[in-house]
């Protein structure tokens, strides 16, 4: 019986069938092992607590310029093409495969087998073949991990490729920009990266991926958000760009968390997280600040691009190799978890924006029209600081909340949360944790405590009961109350010592809206075209006042 099921085993091991020859394949090792041999490799080294630290080398974030899309019969109507989806032809592709297949070929490599989509009935498997046993390792902690008897049999949906140690010789001529790509292929189902040891890119390559499988096949809405779910069993998710507080404010002590980035929303009305894992930033980490990603940050986890003191401890302060550094840990080193990642009855969803510009309201209801405009236009403000040459705020808009990672158009995502959001009764309200008083340099920004005081307000129906009034220039409804939350804040006008400048900053950021929002109109319905700011550039707010 035993030598029957070995021979299985090898059968569904055989890894010339991707074209692999005459390699030395570590298959599903555990975390322990991946790390003694990444240190042992030299690759990397061990925190004073005995993390694994890494780094990704020339890349420490993800390449957006150098993704591609191949371009069949599957996605050549479907697909949003332009900056962010790029074509590449079926034949690059294949070119591309076959130079991976042979660039990996006798060498030692590392095979993983798992899954993304927590609900059993979209459950989805993936095989990973990765160049470095880190790599690897990140894919464990993840992606979500199969039971033992799961492996026996196991067959991949899709198939991860990913060399970094690959680079296109003549890149131009395979339809790349330069020599490293991340590349998915709908029909062969398999996802290629290349010249690139950013971790980021095979996480975001299987997101994109099911950005369009699941509402093109499933029904599934798609979403780049946290979520978590209280006692009583409703599901709150939480959308928002970097630094805005989507892992903060999740994390709540009262509730559990289903998952940090990416969920689908089913027809049966159920929140399912897509992965295993968690892949946090750590620049500014504190023990205070966020004590679970602290906490989770222990072996087992891995961490990237971080920079040590002398005495070997590392220093989260330190920006000296990129303010994009970063933790990936499996799920379970967070205490307090939903098993499995999944929960149904959403009630409340939060767009959070963390607007620099100290202009939008700190928290306020959406109508559903609003609710798609603000989801396809999905603001935020850089503020100094985070990228060379900022110095003042600068609106940044990512459609739903996640544009470079969407196959379809906006529009397909914001008419699927509009119809789901009024089928179920949901919530939407829009959350400001930038800043109020002014802009940034002047204003300061909100509280942590206040905006987690109007979130537990909101989730135990405090809000369904009191006045509100509608914002002049955005169109916003305000809550004219919230208990443990100063009153004065909750209208962004009284707290700016001039009026006329708060008045002329709210234009300013409501034409920004209009502006950003031309090139979805010609898609978007009337519905959602009237649930942008009230006042265009060829309006004076006198004729609305």
Known sequence: METLLKESIMKTRDLTKYGLKDTNAH???????????????????????????INTGKFTGRSPQDRFLVKDDYTKDRVWWGKTNKGISPENFDFLQSEIENYLSGKEIYVRDGYVCADPAYKMNVRTITEYPWSNMFIYNMFLRPEASELENFKEEWLVLCAPGYVAK?????????????ILNFTKKIALVGGSAYTGEMKKGIFSALNMILPVDKNVLPMHCSANVGEDGDT????????????????????????????????????????????????????????????????????????????????????????????????????????????????????????????????????????????????????????????????????????????????????????????????????????????????SRIKLKYTRAMITAILNGDLDNVDYEQHPIFGLNMPKYIPNVPTEMLDPMNTWLQKGGYISKAIQLAHSFHLNFEKFASEASDQIIEGGPLIDEHHHLGDHV
Request: charged residues 20%; aromatic residues 10%; hydrophobic residues 35%.
């Open 27 to 53: 298959w599903n090792l555990s975390p322990e092992e991946l790390q003694a041999i990444t240190v042992e490799k030299g690759m990397g080294k061990e925190t004073v607590n005995g993390t694994l630290a």
């Open 170 to 182: 003549d890149p131009e001529s395979c339809g790349l920009r330069q020599g490293n790509f991340s």
């Open 236 to 443: 709150a998710i939480f959308f928002g760009l970097s630094g805005t507080g989507k892992t903060t404010l999740s994390a709540d002590p009262d509730r559990k968390l289903i998952g940090d980035d990416e969920h689908g929303w089913t027809a049966e009305n159920r929140i399912f997280n897509f992965e295993g894992g968690c892949y946090a930033k750590v620049i500014d980490l504190t023990e205070e600040k966020e004590p679970d990603i602290y906490r989770a940050i222990k072996p087992g986890a891995i961490l990237e691009n971080v920079i040590f003191k002398d005495n070997g401890e590392v220093d989260y302060m330190d920006s000296g190799i990129t303010q994009n550094t970063r933790v990936s840990y499996p799920i379970y080193h967070i205490d307090n978890i939903q098993q499995p990642s999944y929960a149904d009855n959403p009630k409340n969803i939060f767009f959070l924006t963390c607007d620099a510009f100290g202009v939008l309201p700190p928290v306020s209801k959406l109508t559903p029209g609003q609710a798609a405009y603000h989801f396809i236009s999905g603001y935020t403000a850089k503020v100094a600081g985070t990228e060379a040459g900022i110095t003042e705020p600068v609106p940044s808009f990512s459609a739903c909340f996640g544009e470079p990672f969407m196959p379809l158009h906006p529009t397909v995502y914001a008419e699927m949360l509009s119809k789901k959001m009024q089928e179920a009764g949901v919530n939407i309200w829009l959350l400001n944790t930038g800043w109020s008083g002014g802009p940034y340099g002047v204003g």
